[in-house]
């Protein structure tokens, strides 16, 4: 049987059910591991928010890689950890959602961090989804073989029968290398998305984590955490042009102060890099990006609020 794509010559080929190597493949791991740098460099475009600060994505996003002979749907997940508050039961069910749809789990590992406790909750939930799991260690280019091997000892002791392999996750070979890994172990099938299909997410969203993400890039400490961006509006203004309003909500009116920085320096340094990434995303489109600050005390506690912003799905 061919492995790539088109089979019926009697049908043309645009209305023809394409096939090749497909399913859906879980990105799972610990806050930090490289998930969300993967997912971007394999889909060769900045969707999602990537930061050096843990528990960067807070909802799961769905990717589409396509090639010559394969179709892979990667689902990227929060990073897993204990839950405090509301907001972290929100994470964990997307973590539970995104291994219950995947055809293989993908465990990110990230060796410069010794093996802890969450990487114990990582463990335990691919050992018990009875799906092929791949360990990755990533970041090859800023560990020691010690390290590796440490993680590699913790992760199989608990996930025996699984197959491993090292990852530098912002290098786009490196992340092929993987790619051509997770393709023989889909099955042949036939695709379920547009081949020009890059995800399913809707701008505004990508917009809010691009938002987020310079957000968390700008401002230290806790504070990035206790923010959420929401996208209201996007206004078409004239062709690729857009005017798009989006809204900051803080957790204490003593972060304001912070958010705007001296004179406004913050808040208009947080926009125009903002501002930056959404043209980008946007294909180079004018983007005029309005922010505005709102209080809501404790909103990560609040579990009727996270559903409302869509953070609680
Ligand atoms: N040196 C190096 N840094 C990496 C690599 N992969 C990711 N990073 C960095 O690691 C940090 C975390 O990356 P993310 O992609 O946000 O990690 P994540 O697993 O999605 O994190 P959460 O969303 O918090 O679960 C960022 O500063 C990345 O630039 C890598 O292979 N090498
Ligand atoms: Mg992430």
């Keep these: 049987m061919p492995e790539s794509p088109v089979t019926n010559p009697a049908i043309p080929p645009a209305v023809q059910p394409q096939k ?11 806050p930090n591991t490289g998930k969300s740098t993967f997912l971007n460099t394999v889909l060769g475009c900045h969707l999602a928010a990537v930061s050096a600060k843990p528990q960067t994505t807070r909802k799961s996003m769905l990717g589409i890689y396509n090639d010559a002979d394969s179709q892979i749907i990667f689902l990227d997940a929060p990073g897993v950890h204990p839950y405090r508050i509301a907001l972290d039961e929100a994470m964990s069910e997307a973590v539970s959602k995104v291994t219950t ?46 390290q590796r091997q440490a993680s590699l000892d913790f992760y199989q002791q608990r996930l025996q029968n ?7 996750a912002s290098d786009a070979a490196s992340a092929q290398g993987l790619i051509d ?31 987020r993400e310079t957000i968390l890039e700008k401002l230290h400490d806790e504070i990035p955490h206790c923010i959420a961006v929401t996208v209201d509006s996007w206004k078409t203004m004239a062709e690729n042009d857009f005017l798009v309003r989006a809204t900051l909500i803080l957790e204490r009116e003593a972060h304001k102060g912070i958010v705007i920085g001296r004179g406004g320096a913050m808040i208009k340094a947080i ?14 489109a004018n983007i005029t990006l309005e922010l505005t600050i ?11 609020f996270l559903k409302d912003i869509r953070l609680w799905e």
């Design 162 to 168: 699984a197959e491993t392999y090292l990852m530098t």
């Design 101 to 146: 749809d995947a055809d293989i789990i993908v465990c990110l590992i990230d060796p410069t961090r010794a093996p802890g406790q969450e990487d114990g909750m990582v463990a335990e939930i691919a050992s018990a989804c009875a799906k092929p799991v791949l360990l990755v260690l990533n970041k090859t280019d800023v560990s020691t073989p010690a």
């Design 181 to 211: 890994r997770i393709k023989a172990l889909l099955p042949i099938d036939i695709y379920l998305y547009d081949r020009e299909e890059v995800t399913t997410a809707y701008e505004r969203d990508i917009a809010a984590e691009l938002i």
């Design 20 to 30: 090749g190597h497909t399913g859906y493949v879980a990105l799972l791991g610990r």
């Design 271 to 284: 926009r125009r890099v903002s501002q930056q990434k959404i043209s980008e995303l946007c294909q180079g």
């Design 294 to 304: 709102k209080v809501i005390p404790n909103w990560r506690k609040h579990k009727q």
